[in-house]
């Protein structure tokens, strides 16, 4: 497989130059995944419209989205970052490794928001009856089911990208979860 090396913002359109320089000032860095994707002069801006776009959901809740899909995809970079965005979001270590496994049981509308996330995944784009069932009785609207689904859309790109590029993690590795719940 071809060995991907991480773009500097010397190697990088101007426009790319430009959203590594508001980046690093956002949160400090650009992280490997984003920089990764200034390959394309469109699709690092492109992807950050999207990520950043307003939803229904709140942060917490994006970030069960974003850790059951990353759990179900296997993916190392997408489980680091969104780790340690779930801890600034107040989740614990427990709860994060929870909600990853898509059975949640400090919170019955994470557990729904989870489940469906990862029959999604786990059923190609085919969430079970009872997933969507159960996320609709744990107070979901069609709005949330529909901005949902555009988070699993989201975090499977950068999943997928990972995948074929297996950049070098910048967040600290996500713990690998117990074998009773893997």
Do not use: W
Not at 86 to 101: A, M, P, V, W, Y
Request: charged residues 20%; glycine residues 8%.
């Amino acid at each position: 497989m071809k060995t991907f090396t991480v773009p500097t913002r010397e190697n990088v359109t101007e426009a790319n130059q430009a959203i590594f320089d508001t980046l690093k000032k956002k949160i400090g860095k650009v992280p490997n995944l984003f920089a990764t994707m200034a390959y394309s002069k469109n699709a690092l801006g492109a992807y950050l419209s999207l990520s950043g776009g307003p939803y229904s959901l709140t942060a917490k809740e994006k970030e069960v989205v974003n850790l059951a899909v990353s759990q179900a995809n296997g993916c190392e970079y997408c489980l680091a970052a969104h780790t340690a965005i779930g801890k600034l979001n107040g989740f614990t270590d427990d709860q994060i490794l929870e909600i990853r496994s898509g059975a949640v049981s400090f919170d019955g509308k994470y557990n729904a928001l989870a489940a469906l996330a990862k029959s999604f995944v786990g059923n190609f784009g085919k969430a079970s009856e009872d997933a969507v069932n159960n996320f609709f009785e744990a107070g979901y609207n069609n709005e949330n089911l529909v901005d949902t689904i555009i988070l699993i859309g989201d975090k499977t790109i950068t999943n997928y990208l990972y995948a074929v590029t297996n950049v070098p993690l910048d967040f600290p590795a996500a713990p690998a979860l117990p074998a009773t719940v893997a």
